[in-house]
């Protein structure tokens, strides 16, 4: 059967995408040493944004090195003043406009019934910006609120840990902040489009990371993200903001913390894989990593 010419195009964008982004070797493991000589090794922990209690119930190999350790890097700070700017950033200012006003109310009628296993009413729903319902729809409905990078967070002010945040509350938002509104709506609605996989996309991810398989984890997040955009140029700015740009600027924050040795280092796992993750970063800087759990 002969392939039409834009299904090629497609295919060869996708094989050029990931290709650039895969390690040649698997990679495997949440906990990674970092060693450099003359500093005591510091540690690079790979999360998930999830409530799920074989998630936040840290092993204990991980708990040890979390509760020695000098100094706690997440992220960003997840203290009141950071979480409040955040949540105001999310909201649309201007009274004369309003999400349904901005995406049409066939669009809008879709975000309410998929905002509801959220919790935010219409009235709510109407004041939010249309990537801020891309990014609540981008993770599990939430049930405690305890999510394992809050988690650690709260422990590790509990333990007197100093912690610190590799970015700026601004930094994060102005991934989804510098899209333009066309290209929001565009996510919005592939996002509206795919809600019903949702779930067993979540679990999905959940599987990999039980698994500790970060190359795995990678391979199946851009290929979902690639099979459900039909804007393969768009999916590939929007990662290359999302993860590759941030793992530059984590990777140049947290070199201080490094240097002072024994840190521990949070971040989300899609971060850590590939040729531009964090551990291949790392090593360029004359790091040596290593996996242990």
Request: proline fraction near 4%; include cysteine; aromatic fraction near 8%.
């Amino acid at each position: 059967m002969k392939i039409p010419v834009h299904q090629w195009l497609v295919i060869l964008i996708c094989v050029l995408f990931t290709s650039t982004l895969f390690a040649t070797e698997t990679q495997k493991g949440l906990l990674w040493q970092i060693k450099k000589s003359g500093v005591e090794s510091s540690y690079v922990f790979g999360t998930i944004h999830s409530e799920d209690i074989r998630v936040n119930k840290l092993p204990k190999k991980i708990r040890s090195y979390f509760e020695k350790a000098n100094s706690v890097s997440l992220e960003m700070l997840l203290d009141m003043p950071t979480m409040l700017k955040a949540s105001a950033a999310m909201l649309i200012m201007d009274e004369e406009k309003s999400l349904d006003k901005l995406i049409g109310e066939e669009l809008f009628t879709q975000v309410t019934e998929a905002l509801i296993k959220y919790q935010i009413p219409p009235i709510i729903a109407k004041k939010l910006k249309p990537w801020a319902v891309i990014a609540t729809l981008s993770v599990p409905p939430p049930k405690s609120g305890d999510f394992l990078d809050l988690f650690l967070y709260k422990e590790a002010m509990k333990l007197e840990i100093d912690i610190y945040g590799l970015e700026k509350v601004e930094e994060q938002l102005a991934v989804f902040e510098d899209l333009s509104l066309k290209e929001q709506i565009m996510l919005l609605t592939e996002t509206i489009t795919n809600i019903d996989a949702m779930p067993e996309m979540f679990a999905k991810l959940h599987e990999l990371y039980l698994q500790r398989d970060l190359t795995e984890l990678q391979k199946f997040s851009i290929e979902y993200m690639l099979k459900n955009s039909e804007n393969l140029a768009l999916a590939n700015t929007f990662y290359k903001r999302i993860v590759n740009d941030r793992n530059i600027t984590m990777v140049e924050r947290m070199l201080k913390r490094l240097k002072e040795g024994n840190a521990f280092i949070a971040v989300g796992a899609l971060h850590l894989p590939g040729k531009k993750g964090i551990l291949k970063l790392l090593e360029h800087k004359g790091y040596k990593v290593k996996p242990i759990y």
